[in-house]
């Protein structure tokens, strides 16, 4: 529905939040490593929130003037918690917001790295996540991601020693460079790729129902979902 038939995607307060912070992050670990303090943080945050408000994402929220003052001190609270969790003036910035266009196992791949950082084993690649972190039998999952950022980066002669996923909520998820887990995320992208190329060519696009249905945009479009929404959580107003 998004890229076949081009419908509407609204973004929601957490995606909304989470590229607010993102950009502080962003804006803060490009500044020279002596000058990453909370102050400059703060000062990052009052210059982007000005942009931020007039964004059509944010305004798309409709949010009170309560919820707007919820919704900075939400940001500013995940920005004090970074500082908890890691000294920004230690960190050995390579790149942030790196974009990879790259591709991987003969299927494009489109991607943009929040920070590659230089470490005593390497390279590192970080991803910021804003949300609450996975419980132990998701992690794997979640790590596909940082994992394809590894094989994207190797395809432009840069080796990965370490990834991280770092939930501001709860702290950093480590794990050594794994080239068997690289792979396995590589052949999972390339089943995806073909999978959706079939689709495309029968122009059938199985739905795959979840817990999550309730907050898809395209409920109201969407029969099975509509249904699945209805038994997990009643009718919809």
């Known amino acids: 529905m998004r890229y076949i038939d081009k419908?509407?995607?609204?973004?929601?307060?957490?995606?909304?939040?989470?590229?607010?912070?993102?950009?502080?992050?962003?804006?803060?670990?490009?500044?020279?490593?002596?000058d990453r303090s909370v102050d400059a943080a703060r000062a990052l945050a009052r210059t982007l929130w000005d942009e931020t408000r007039d964004d059509d994402d944010f305004l798309g929220l409709g949010l009170s003037l309560e919820d707007t003052t919820s919704f900075m001190w939400k940001a500013w609270r995940l920005v004090e918690r970074y500082f908890s969790l890691e000294d920004p003036t230690a960190?050995?910035?390579?790149?942030?917001?790196?974009?990879?266009?790259?591709?991987?196992?003969?299927?494009?791949?489109?991607?943009?790295?929040?920070?590659?950082?230089?470490?005593?084993?390497?390279?590192?690649?970080?991803?910021?996540?804003?949300?609450?972190?996975?419980?132990?039998?998701?992690?794997?999952?979640?790590?596909?991601?940082?994992?394809?950022?590894?094989a994207a980066l190797a395809e432009t002669h840069h080796e990965v020693s370490e990834v991280?996923?770092?939930?501001?909520?709860?702290?950093?998820?480590?794990?050594?460079?794994?080239?068997?887990?690289?792979?396995?995320?590589?052949?999972?992208?390339?089943?995806?790729?073909?999978?959706?190329?079939?689709?495309?060519?029968?122009?059938?696009?199985p739905h795959k129902t979840g817990p999550l249905c309730n907050w898809c945009p395209y409920?109201?479009?969407?029969?099975?979902?509509?249904?699945e929404a209805e038994r997990r959580y009643g009718p919809r107003s």
């Open 7 to 34: 419908l509407p995607d609204p973004k929601g307060e957490a995606a909304v939040l989470g590229t607010f912070v993102h950009r502080i992050l962003e804006d803060l670990l490009s500044l020279d490593a002596s």
């Open 91 to 150: 960190v050995d910035v390579v790149r942030a917001e790196q974009e990879l266009s790259v591709e991987i196992s003969g299927v494009p791949f489109f991607g943009i790295v929040d920070l590659t950082e230089r470490v005593p084993s390497g390279l590192r690649v970080v991803d910021y996540k804003t949300g609450k972190s996975p419980a132990a039998r998701y992690v794997d999952d979640k790590l596909s991601q940082v994992w394809l950022y590894a």
């Open 164 to 205: 991280r996923l770092m939930y501001l909520t709860s702290g950093p998820i480590d794990r050594p460079i794994d080239a068997e887990a690289v792979g396995e995320a590589v052949d999972q992208y390339r089943l995806t790729w073909d999978l959706l190329c079939q689709s495309i060519d029968a122009e059938h696009f």
């Open 219 to 227: 409920v109201d479009l969407c029969p099975e979902g509509a249904a």
